[in-house]
């Protein structure tokens, strides 16, 4: 299995705090990847990294933001936590670009806003 | 509407039986991953293809590029093969590196 850890893997806040969940990767890979899955959405992309200190929006990147100052880690950080923002979120990894390497995941942070 | 369309949205099927799961996507695109994602979450990368079929142990997966259309098919299905099944695809236009995905099959195999 490709060595990824999220932490943590559960979190309660609440509305207005900033939260950070941090993905850390053993497999030097180039690409990672921040998702978040919702009931009838699936899985939606929020920030992706291509490279230390090289980051790019996803689809839903409002109220979210990250860094990569180092391969092995890519932070997801919450500015101030909305309700909305309750979530399962995954943290992924690939070697190449997913045109043409295969994603891996990691166990996924269920984070509650209350 | 979805880029990705995956069908059934739910599948029952008896322990032994042929399984087939539909994904079809409106876009050109270089590469389509299937996922597998277990009752608690894990996220696992069964496939990724841009032509032909693959097959890996009872899990074969072909893709049709003409058609925009990809499935999956499990062989001698077993309840362990109960899960979300996940379609998605790096589309050619726009950033390659954004993933679009289905919405997910649920399989349940039962005995």
């Known amino acids: 299995d490709a060595g990824i850890t999220q932490s943590p893997r559960h979190k309660v806040t609440e509305t207005g705090t900033p939260v950070t969940l941090r993905c850390h990767q053993t497999e030097n890979h180039r690409y990672m990847y921040w998702y978040r899955q919702d009931p009838g959405h699936g899985l939606r992309l929020i920030h992706y990294?291509?490279?230390?200190?090289?980051?790019d929006k996803g689809e839903v990147s409002d109220g979210y933001s990250v860094s990569r100052s180092k391969t092995e880690d890519f932070l997801l950080t919450l500015e101030s936590a909305t309700s909305s923002q309750t979530s399962v979120y995954f943290c992924?990894?690939?070697?190449?670009?997913?045109?043409?390497?295969?994603?891996?995941f990691g166990n996924g942070t269920r984070l509650t806003v209350t | 509407k979805n880029e990705v369309e995956q069908s059934p949205q739910n599948l029952t099927a008896q322990e032994g039986e042929f399984i087939t799961i539909n994904c079809s996507y409106s876009v050109g695109i270089s590469a389509l991953h299937w996922l597998q994602q277990h009752p608690g979450g894990g996220i696992v990368s069964l496939f990724m293809l841009s032509s032909g079929k693959k097959k890996h142990g009872r899990l074969i997966a072909t893709i049709n590029i003409q058609e925009k259309h990809s499935s999956l098919h499990i062989t001698a299905s077993h309840p362990r093969d109960s899960a979300v099944y996940i379609c998605?695809?790096?589309?050619?236009?726009?950033?390659?590196?954004?993933?679009?995905f289905g919405t997910g099959t649920r399989l349940q195999v039962t005995l």
């Open positions: 990294s291509y490279g230390v200190k090289d980051t």
């Open positions: 998605a695809v790096s589309p050619l236009t726009g950033t390659a590196s954004k993933l679009t």
């Open positions: 992924a990894i690939s070697e190449g670009g997913p045109y043409n390497s295969p994603l891996h």
